[in-house]
């Protein structure tokens, strides 16, 4: 009986607005399964010279903002103006990105933050992506990038995933470090070279 006392006109009305709110989120969800589907194509380990990394992160940010905000997670970025692009493969540079927002968003319990910098420093394009979740014990710290270590629940992680995102990160001649503080959160840090031209 919502809309026994409506117009005619009032309910064509209503229809046409939940219509356009039908079709507005269609599309958003083509746009995200379109981006899912160019994102699982497997990456073929073709260096580029011109990867821009503002460009990158937010093609990764627009597959996880949705999931971020439910959980009550804020994603801010640094990115400076003049920033070279870098010499990787655009498809692992997303993953890589992929893999540590993600866990990220995973250890914050909670309302956090994902904050996000990118510098060139030295000879060097620096990225680095913190966060405000429950950190990482100095002990578990060194073990990180293991294969099969996870600090995740049973059933939760294969614990791959980091030691994944390191292959990667070397196979693209960059270097990865992890910094953590139990209580304060994590800061991922990565290095690529920039590009030549």
């Known amino acids: 009986g919502l ?3 409506k117009t005619p006109q009032e309910l064509v009305d209503k229809a046409c607005e939940i219509m356009a709110k039908v079709i507005r989120e269609t599309d958003r969800a083509t746009a995200i399964t379109k981006k899912l589907s160019a994102f699982a194509k497997p990456a073929k380990g073709a260096i580029d010279d011109n990867v821009k ?5 937010n093609e990764v940010i627009s597959l996880v903002e949705h999931d ?3 959980s009550d997670i804020s994603i801010t970025k640094d990115i400076q ?14 993953e890589i990105f992929f893999n540590i927002i993600r866990n990220a968003a995973q250890a914050i319990k909670g309302a956090g933050e994902i904050a996000i910098r990118a510098v060139k420093s030295g000879n060097r394009v620096v990225i680095d992506i913190r966060d405000t979740g429950s950190g990482i014990s100095r002990e578990n710290l060194v073990k990180i990038f293991d294969p099969f270590f996870t600090t995740k629940e049973p059933g939760k992680g294969t614990g791959l995933g980091l030691f994944i995102v390191k292959q990667i990160v070397e196979r693209n001649n960059g270097m990865i470090s992890v910094d953590s503080e ?3 959160g994590t800061v991922f840090k990565l290095a690529f070279n920039p590009s030549a031209k």
Not at 53 to 57: N, P, T
Not at 81 to 94: A, G, S, T, Y
Request: no cysteine; net charge negative; hydrophobic share 30%.
């Open 3 to 5: 809309y026994k006392d």
């Open 53 to 57: 990394v503002e460009d990158e992160l």
């Open 68 to 70: 971020l905000k439910l």
């Open 81 to 94: 103006k003049d920033l070279p692009p870098i010499e990787v493969d655009r498809k692992q540079l997303q």
């Open 182 to 184: 139990p209580g304060k």
